[in-house]
């Protein structure tokens, strides 16, 4: 629960106060923490920025008062006159963490940076054998004539999860010596950090600082992985949770946040380590480039390379030995490779840190120049990822989420375990029909997965584990908020609802819905508000959110409110009063229409009265529009409460026509066509390009390929979407012939 600071008063805090303080702290913590987690291991934001914002305020206020507190206490005791009865009381230690941590944040931002002279490149995925198949027949048949096995080989090494760096090394003509010059992390491919100082902490015998330069070597860059040792990210983290000072979550996390440090003294405390695996620049050459690459001068296959390496005393992978065999492995069959995979696999957790798959590379350095790049990855070599996690735990209990259409979701509220690192408490149930093909109980052992980004879920239940007296799990049949009797919407349709339009479950995720980023984009409006403003009866609907003025004075009365936070509020609900159509629709929160349907119809209708009036036919004439959802989407607009509520609204802001990007030039190709794009591209990111498509062609990016699909745009390691869409006859651009297209038509 949220304290009142104001009641605090420094000068006279009791013994209760500091408990109360303390307690909250602690809550804080944790909650700050799991935020924390799930946004930098999972990019996942729990909560807005405004609600994190709030906590860690509080967190920091609360810190403060027990910082002047221990303050006090020491007054009391320097004090000659004695009988200050502070001077008996203990200081409150420890209470410092979210301070320490904004402190270290501000460090973190001054790294200068290195533009890489060769770019340091990604690798495209095999996810299964047929892929692998793929990888090596299309080298065969780009190397003409040459088979695996007998004309080229491959090298199989593991993936490890750290964070890739490049070391640059240069000839000192006085000692012969090749001498540690700069280092940069991987940054974008292109730009990094200049990490020079605090990877030159790790030790000589993984990282020397000089070797003898081999004849003719004047520059060199060795790259690889730097990263840290389960055990010994153990040992951090308990050390750390001693000094009370941030807990990492992966061996990962715990390297990337021990070398990019500008206070290298502390890089230099953390056990970190590396592997080096490849290589860059070589006497300033691209040693990628057959034509101009010096590496061949000093390695001609990717074993020479590790040879090199690791002759100069370089740590490398190939001398870490489990169950008596090298983490690295050369093969001349797929069935090779694929045996080593899965022994890797197997014995994973053998190995001193930690890795996420496997890397095949081509291994001669002639046959890496015939093959070349695709893009941002090189034609030779592939990641084989492995699996996604897996956990058991233990269903605590099973909770009811209520969304703002009134869908009940069920929740499995588990034992936290840990998950590659990450710390995982909840899983989705998806719905009550999964709960019945799962049978879940509470007290259930389970088996659940984590997927990269995606929210874990329960994959079976544990029959054998089972207790005693276990009880099968019941349906709910009433709203667990507001009580109201649950149905179907549809029959056949999986989910239950609460079909209470008002109830507050479902009035709160709808107004939280209204002032998110992709609707109404209101700063300063957090769940916490919500809630409190919808408790006053200030905000009763949406609409309302325009109408909070006539409430400002009692609002800046408000506990943590304020007179600052209540202006910057208004300045951006009214910043919020001119909105494009896309937004617009997209806050009406119509069944099934996310932001792409949302922004298809502002393009399609260009204003809200057209969209209005849309038939059946027109709805299903736009790519990525089914019948089903063109049916909900005229059910709401041929329904009383929601034209009214969009009357309402109209009284307060104001749509603007939807723009299809200034001038576009009507003439060109792509001009009111839908427009897939798949692969990695080269020179942005796939949604920079669709919004590219969008803005200056006036085209119509789509997530999928189908018979309506026009064009296609593929990059590197495009997969099925290409073969999809040449099968379809869609014509199939480059990710050149795409710029091209653009630089003429805009
Ligand atoms: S080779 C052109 N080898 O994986 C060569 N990369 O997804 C590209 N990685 O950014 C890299 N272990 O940081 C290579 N044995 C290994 C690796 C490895 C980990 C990382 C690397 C890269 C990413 C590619």
Not at 118 to 126: A, D, R, T
Not at 335 to 364: C, H, Q, T, W
Not at 509 to 526: M, Q, T
């Amino acid at each position: 629960m949220k304290l009142d600071i104001a009641k605090f008063d420094v000068k006279s805090l009791d013994e209760n106060n500091i408990k109360e303080i303390k307690v909250r702290l602690d809550e804080l913590y944790i909650l700050l923490e799991k935020y924390d987690n799930a946004y930098y291991q999972n990019d996942d934001s729990m909560i807005s920025d405004a609600e994190y914002d709030e906590l860690k305020n509080e967190g920091l206020a609360l810190e403060k008062i027990l910082k002047d507190y221990n303050a006090s206490i020491n007054v009391g005791q320097v004090d000659l006159f004695g009988g200050d009865s502070s001077s008996s009381a203990e200081k409150v230690l420890g209470y410092d963490k979210i301070g320490k941590k904004v402190g270290a944040k501000v460090v973190k931002a001054g790294f200068s940076k290195i533009t890489l002279p060769v770019s340091m490149l990604s690798l495209g995925n095999i996810y299964n054998e047929e892929d692998l198949r793929d990888f090596v027949s299309r080298i065969e048949k780009d190397l003409i004539g040459k088979k695996f096995g007998k004309d080229f080989q491959v090298i199989a090494e593991p993936k490890i999860d750290g964070l890739g760096f490049s070391a640059r090394y240069k000839l000192d003509e006085k000692s012969g010596m090749m001498v540690y010059d700069w280092a940069s992390t991987r940054g974008d491919g292109q730009v990094g950090e200049d990490i020079t100082l605090n990877l030159k902490t790790i030790s000589d015998d993984i990282l020397p600082k000089k070797f003898k330069a081999p004849e003719g070597m004047t520059s060199v860059e060795l790259r690889g992985e730097v990263y840290i040792d389960t055990k010994d990210f153990e040992e951090l983290n308990a050390r750390q949770e001693e000094k009370g000072e941030k807990v990492f979550s992966t061996p990962r996390n715990a390297a990337a946040g021990s070398l990019r440090q500008l206070d290298v003294s502390v890089t230099a405390k953390r056990p970190l380590k590396l592997f080096v695996y490849t290589y860059g620049e070589v006497n300033g050459k691209n040693s990628f480039d057959g034509g101009d690459s010096e590496a061949v001068n000093y390695w001609s296959s990717q074993d020479e390379f590790l040879e090199f390496a690791k002759a100069n005393g370089f740590a490398v992978c190939s001398d870490v030995i489990i169950e008596g065999r090298s983490l690295t492995f050369d093969s001349s069959s797929v069935s090779e490779l694929l045996e080593f995979y899965e022994f890797i696999l197997e014995n994973r957790y053998k190995i001193p840190f930690d890795i996420d798959g496997m890397v095949y590379k081509v291994a001669d350095l002639e046959s890496q120049f015939k093959l070349g790049f695709v893009a941002r990855a090189p034609r030779w070599a592939m990641a084989h990822k492995f699996p996604a996690e897996k956990a058991m735990t233990k269903v605590e209990e099973i909770t009811l989420q209520v969304g703002r259409t009134g869908v009940i979701t069920p929740v499995a509220e588990l034992d936290p375990v840990n998950m590659g690192g990450v710390i995982v408490s909840r899983a989705t149930l998806h719905n009550f029909d999964e709960i019945d093909r799962l049978d879940v109980r509470v007290g259930d052992v389970v088996l659940i997965e984590r997927a990269g980004d995606v929210i874990p879920k329960v994959l079976e239940v544990k029959l054998d584990k089972r207790e005693e007296g276990s009880e099968k799990f019941v349906r709910p049949e009433v709203c667990p908020v507001c009580g109201t009797k649950l149905a179907r919407k549809k029959d056949g349709e999986v989910a239950l609802r609460c079909t209470n339009l008002n109830c507050p479950a479902q009035i709160l995720a709808k107004l939280k819905y209204f002032v998110s980023k992709a609707a109404f984009n209101i700063d300063g409006l957090s769940i916490k508000q919500l809630e409190s403003f919808y408790k006053k009866a200030w905000l009763k609907s949406c609409v309302d959110v325009f109408r909070l003025g006539q409430y400002r004075d009692d609002m800046i009365k408000l506990d943590g409110f304020g007179l600052k936070s209540v202006e910057k509020l208004f300045a951006s609900i009214d910043a919020s009063r001119k909105i494009s159509l896309d937004r617009f629709i997209y806050a009406l929160a119509i069944p099934q229409v996310g932001a792409a349907t949302s922004r298809l119809l502002a393009e399609k209708f260009e204003t809200l009265d057209a969209l209005k009036e849309a038939s059946f036919n027109e709805l299903v004439s736009i790519e990525g529009i089914g019948d089903l959802m063109a049916e909900d989407i005229i059910a709401y607009f041929h329904n009383e409460d929601s034209l009214s509520q969009i009357n309402e609204l109209l009284s307060e802001v104001e749509v603007m026509i939807q723009e299809r990007g200034a001038d576009v030039n009507a003439e060109n190709p792509m001009f009111d066509k839908s427009v897939v794009f798949t692969g990695t591209l080269q020179k942005m990111g796939r949604k920079e390009a669709q919004e590219k498509a969008r803005e200056l062609l006036g085209a119509k990016p789509q997530g999928s390929v189908s018979a309506k699909t026009d064009f296609l745009v593929y990059g590197a390691s495009a997969g099925s979407k290409l073969k999809k869409a040449q099968d379809l006859g869609v014509i199939t651009l480059t990710e050149d012939e795409f710029f091209e297209m653009v630089e003429k038509y805009s």
